[in-house]
């Protein structure tokens, strides 16, 4: 067999040293490929986690929003409850003056409830303020006097519809009123230079009396929380008197009374 001449072998010498150069670089990268794309996913995964962890720190950090609802726990099983209310009304301090009087004061209830619907319903309610006198102005001298007006009631009410927000109980109470009309009249002489007349002077005026009472309505309840309540109670206010048995005088009037109610934690 013929030698190869050096300048051949030197030849064969590179072309091989070449492709085992080729073929060894070939390997390595297949074998690079598969770790790098595990290390990049493992890197990927890892990097999802740290976003996320990053991004709760910052809305820890700036805090977060949850509602609540301070309606959530209104219910209607109470057994007590009680309300104060600043009040109005208007009377006729008596038969055959032609001005009204409108008074002010205050309302406190308080209610026992039986059942779901039904309950007990007791309330106090004062009423000061001053009255017209015309025409009784020249007898007693004065534009107007100061007339009060006490009720001390008693009677059923009802839990009408109703939900977490609002509530309607109408009621029915009866009971006594107590009127002063002469508080001022009697230290007022009739005719300057006499003497003061007693509380059955010829004014106008009603004597002062208890009479009949009474309060025919509803309860308005607006719920603030499961055991605060905004009140609104509108009533026909009933009152029966009658200073000289010669002008029985049935009255009806409008009251109103705003206030709050405080609903205790006994249950039925």
């Known amino acids: 067999m013929r030698l190869l001449n050096p300048a051949t072998r030197t030849s064969a010498t590179r072309i091989l040293l070449a492709a085992a150069v080729v073929t060894l670089f070939v390997a390595t ?39 609540i609802d301070p309606l959530a726990g209104v219910r209607y099983d109470n057994r007590w409850d009680v309300s104060v209310g600043l009040a109005s009304g208007h009377i006729h301090a008596g038969p055959n003056l032609r001005e009204g009087a409108d008074l002010g004061g205050l309302d406190i209830s308080s209610s026992y409830w039986l059942t779901k619907h039904w309950g007990l319903e007791a309330s106090g309610r004062a009423y000061l303020g001053t009255s017209g006198t015309t025409p009784a102005a020249a007898e007693i001298g004065e534009a107007g006097v100061f007339v009060a007006q006490y009720m001390i009631l008693g009677g059923v009410e009802y839990l009408g519809p109703h939900n977490k927000h609002a509530a309607l109980i109408p009621h029915a109470l009866v009971g ?6 002469n508080k001022e009249i009697d230290k007022t002489p009739l005719i300057p230079g006499q003497p003061v007349q007693g509380p059955s002077s010829p ?11 009474g309060a ?28 000289t048995k010669l002008y029985p005088h049935t009255q009806w009037n409008f009251g109103i009374s705003v206030g709050v109610q405080y609903k205790f934690k006994q249950k039925r």
């Open 29 to 67: 990268s297949q074998a690079q490929a598969p770790a790098s794309s595990q290390s990049s996913s493992s890197s990927s995964s890892s990097s999802a986690p740290a976003v996320q962890t990053s991004a709760q720190p910052a809305n820890s950090a700036n805090g977060s929003y949850i509602a």
């Open 176 to 181: 006594g009123a107590y009127a002063d009309f």
């Open 203 to 213: 004014s106008g005026f009603y004597n002062n009396q208890f009479a009949l009472g």
């Open 216 to 243: 025919f309505g509803a309860h308005l309840d607006l719920n603030r929380s499961p055991r605060w309540v905004f009140r609104i109670t509108p009533d026909a206010l009933l009152t029966g008197y009658d200073g």
